[in-house]
Nanobody
Framework: QVQLVESGGGLVQPGGSLRLSCTTS????????MAWYAQAPGKQRELVAR???????NYADSVKGRFTISRDSAKNTVYLQMNSLKPEDTAVYYCNVQAGVAWTNYWGQGTQVTVSS
């Protein structure tokens, strides 16, 4: 069974930084991409950043220049470095993996990021 476990969330002051980690377990074959999504209360889950197996990255406009997605294939881990955090970044952040011919989505349980004074 594929399992994704996020960590690194927490409470941080505006302007601060966090680094989220997502470690995968189980067999994920035909990996296509790994990504981070954010979901604020009452809102839909939205893409924050994505990295493909080829190393191409995409970011939501709201986080460009502040967040960086990276991965360590050897550790089966994807990271999200979050700098210059703003209150509007507050959300539950979910790790996502897309794999297989159908680009099947796998999700972690989420980690809470709260940016507040």
């Amino acid at each position: 069974q594929v399992q994704l476990v996020e960590s690194g969330g927490g409470l941080v002051q505006p302007g601060g930084s966090l680094r989220l980690s997502c470690t995968t377990s189980g067999s994920i074959f035909r990996l296509k991409a790994m990504a981070w999504y954010a979901q604020a209360p009452g809102k839909q889950r939205e893409l924050v950043a994505r990295i493909t197996t080829g190393g191409d990255t995409n970011y939501a406009d709201s986080v460009k220049g502040r967040f960086t997605i990276s991965r360590d294939s050897a550790k089966n881990t994807v990271y999200l470095q979050m700098n210059s955090l703003k209150p509007e970044d507050t959300a539950v952040y979910y790790c996502n993996v897309q794999a297989g011919v159908a680009w099947t989505n796998y999700w972690g349980q989420g980690t809470q990021v709260t940016v507040s004074s």
